[in-house]
Every structure is written in structure tokens, then in C-alpha cells.
């Protein structure tokens, strides 16, 4: 089944595909002098003993009318292992229970965390499993911002370049410089088989105060930051890595943080357009793969008062139609407590697609969430139509990052 769908989405698609790297420990160019945190220490890289199956270079999946509602509905997810199990613990290797939830939910992707990532051998053996147990391949995601966000980099069992902090990378002005960490952090997370990078943060830190982006943020410089982010997309995609510049409309500008609680971000829609958007609006000139919308809410842009990852107005009216955003929307976390403080994870998941997301990210309780999301679509309120687009849209973002 796998080879006919091959052989469909080989007609169906034209693209180009990146160079596959398949060795456990990458040639990388090596971390600039004025930005690393310390010198990697050389690990034990082998891959286990075993014939590894690479990832599929062409999407085994058929068009959205050739898939089952129920699979359809399941391709809008990217969900942490954990939610594969029943039980409570850390996923570092697959079982049979999460083998059948993949067959039972075939879901867009898996997004992994610092918990899930012990050595080379062990992170590449997850991938490949979990890979080999899904239906269709599987967006296998990262937030590998480089700096304090970075999974693998930030585990010593890892010789990979490691940076102090993006807002130091940022202070150099050197785009030569955003654009070689893309293509190093694009280069290992390639090679672990990490193909969806949720990088790089296009936040323009306009408030001091703010330590949720702090020096996750290129700075304060909307013109600085939006060349920085241009070029770490850049980076990264030209290692087959895709790419989102997050978090829409900008995070920036606030002192809460959306992790906790309910955020506002005050600004009005032109105040915006002459700081928080431009790195943004580059990033969809550049080609970003995706935009990842967060939850602060902006009572001065929208005024429905939700939080604009669930906000029509701002999802549908102002990224898609008025920016003219056509690539895949992706929620921040719906498992963060600005969403699960107020919404239960059916009606998060709902309300962020009827705002025009495609992604849903991380709901508290995928299966409630999927449900959800599911029952939305046979009852009328989700149109088929409009399901079949954010599917067009994740499988073509697989397609792209598929090499």
C-alpha cells in the first residue's frame, strides 16, 4: 500500500527534495567563536545494531479525498509521545500500546522534548520507530531554537554547536551568522530524523520586562530580527528542515506569560504593522513553512477577546486574508494555561480550527481534542471543504520537508 501511494503522490507532487543525511554524528561547521556556550565533548555516536529504514522521501499518503474522515481529522494533530500510553511516564522508546494508538489515531506528528532525548543512538532508534509504526510519516517536531531553547544541543550527550543565546547571535547583526546556525541546527536535526523545526522565534523584544521570549528574541530591532529570522529559515531549509516563525502577532511586547495564564498584548494593529509584523512578514516573503499563532489576546486588533490562536479575526481576517498567508497555520501548545485555564480540549481544538488554524498542537487530552474536532465535521460546524484544505496543507508541508 505504502508503494502505490508513493507512486500516486510522485505524480501528484512536484518538488525538490534535500540531500538525506543519514549519519548519527553530522559534519557541522563549526559554532562561532564569540557565540558558543562551551566546547561539545566528542560522545559515543553509533546507531543500534540494526538495518535502520530511512525516512520515506516521497509522502505515502493520497490526496485528502482518498483518505477516511477519521484519518483526516487525525492528520491535524502534532501530540507529544506521551499521549500514546496510558500510562504516566517519559517516552524514550516505542511499545505496542503507542505501535496501536498510531493505527488507532494516525496523527500529523509527534513533537519531542528534552525528556525524550538521552543519546544519539536512542533519539535516532525513537524516530525511526515511531516513523515505521504510523500509517503516513509523521512530522517529527522540535522546538531547536538554539540557545536556552534547545533540546538536543543542551544535552551534553550531544557534539553538535551550541549557542549562548539567539538575542547574542541577534547583537552581532551578522546575517551570515543567523544563517549558518540554521543550516547547523538543520544539519543534526536531519540527521537524529527531526524534520520540523517549530524555529525560529520572530518575536521583536520590545519589552524589558518580557522573560518568556527574553533572549529567545533576535532583539529589539524589528528590522535586525526580521533579517535574523529570514536567515535561519533560510538555514535550515536548505537542509530539508521545515520551518515557523512564531509566535504571531508577536509575544514581544507582554510581561505574562501565556504558559500560566491569560495574556494581553495592548498594542493596536498599526502599531504592529510598524514593529511586531515586519519580522513576520518577511519571514512569508522568505518561505517560511509555517506561522505558529500564539495565545495572547489583543483587545486593540480583535474584538471577539479570545485568545488570537482561536481568534477568526485575527487567524482568518488578518494573517490569511489580509497579510495573504497561504501555508500552514499551527497553534502554540493547547496544553498551555492561557487555552486550558479557560477552554476544555475539544473546545480549544474547534475553535482554533474554525479560526483557520491547520496544526493543532499539543491539547491537553488528544483524544478528547480529536473527538472534538471530529464530531464538529460530521455535525456540520467543520466543513468538509475546509478540513480538505488544512489537510492539502500539512501534506503538502510533509512533502517539502520529506528527504
Not at 126 to 155: F, W
Request: hydrophobic share 40%.
Amino acid at each position: 500500500m505504502r508503494r502505490i501511494f508513493l507512486l500516486i503522490m510522485g505524480m501528484l507532487f512536484v518538488t525538490s527534495f534535500y540531500a538525506c543525511h543519514t549519519e548519527p554524528s553530522p559534519s557541522l561547521s563549526p559554532s562561532p567563536t564569540i557565540l558558543p556556550t562551551h566546547t561539545a565533548t566528542q560522545v559515543p555516536t553509533q546507531m543500534p545494531n540494526r538495518t535502520p529504514t530511512p525516512t520515506p522521501t516521497l509522502l505515502p499518503s493520497p490526496t485528502p479525498a482518498q483518505m477516511t474522515l477519521e484519518e483526516k481529522v487525525a492528520q491535524l494533530f502534532v501530540i507529544f509521545p506521551e499521549a500514546l500510553i496510558r500510562e504516566t511516564r517519559v517516552v524514550t522508546s516505542v511499545n505496542q500500546e503507542m505501535k496501536d494508538f498510531l493505527k488507532k489515531y494516525p496523527v500529523g506528528g509527534i513533537i519531542l522534548f528534552q525528556a525524550n532525548v538521552e543519546t544519539p543512538a536512542q533519539l535516532t532508534a525513537l524516530i525511526q520507530d515511531l516513523q515505521n509504526a504510523s500509517k503516513y510519516p509523521l512530522l517529527m517536531a522540535m522546538d531547536e531554537e538554539g540557545g536556552r531553547v534547545a533540546k538536543i544541543a543542551n544535552n551534553p550527550n550531544f557534539n553538535v554547536p551550541k549557542y549562548t543565546s539567539i538575542l547574542e547571535v541577534g547583537k552581532t547583526e551578522n546575517p551570515a551568522l543567523a544563517k549558518e546556525l540554521g543550516q547547523n541546527i538543520g544539519k543534526y536535526l536531519k540527521t537524529y530524523g527531526i524534520n520540523y523545526n517549530l524555529a525560529p522565534v520572530a518575536d521583536v523584544l520590545t519589552n524589558p520586562e518580557n522573560t518568556v521570549v527574553g533572549n529567545r528574541s533576535f532583539g529589539s530591532d524589528p528590522q535586525i530580527v526580521a533579517q535574523m529570522v529570514t536567515n535561519v529559515i533560510a538555514g535550515l531549509q536548505e537542509e530539508g528542515v521545515g520551518t515557523c516563525a512564531k509566535h504571531f502577532p508577536g509575544h514581544g511586547d507582554t510581561v505574562a506569560d501565556t504558559h500560566k495564564e491569560g495574556v494581553i498584548a495592548p498594542k493596536t494593529w498599526a502599531e504592529m504593522q510598524a514593529c511586531e509584523l515586519i519580522p513576520f512578514k518577511a519571514a512569508m516573503e522568505q518561505g517560511v513553512h509555517s506561522i505558529m499563532v500564539g495565545h495572547t489576546t489583543t483587545p486593540n486588533v480583535t474584538a471577539d477577546g479570545l485568545p488570537n490562536s482561536l481568534s477568526y479575526e485575527m487567524v482568518t481576517k488578518r494573517l490569511r486574508s489580509e497579510l495573504g498567508y497561504t501555508g500552514v497555520v499551527i497553534t502554540d501548545a493547547l496544553n498551555m494555561g492561557a487555552i486550558t485555564n479557560d477552554y476544555r480540549s475539544d473546545e480549544a481544538a474547534v475553535l482554533a480550527f474554525l479560526a483557520g488554524c491547520d496544526i493543532l498542537l499539543m491539547p491537553k487530552d488528544f483524544e478528547v481534542a480529536y473527538e472534538g474536532v471530529l464530531r464538529a465535521v460530521r455535525d456540520g460546524r467543520i466543513s468538509e471543504t475546509r478540513l480538505n484544505e488544512s489537510v492539502s496543507r500539512i501534506l503538502a508541508l510533509k512533502q517539502a520537508v520529506m528527504a
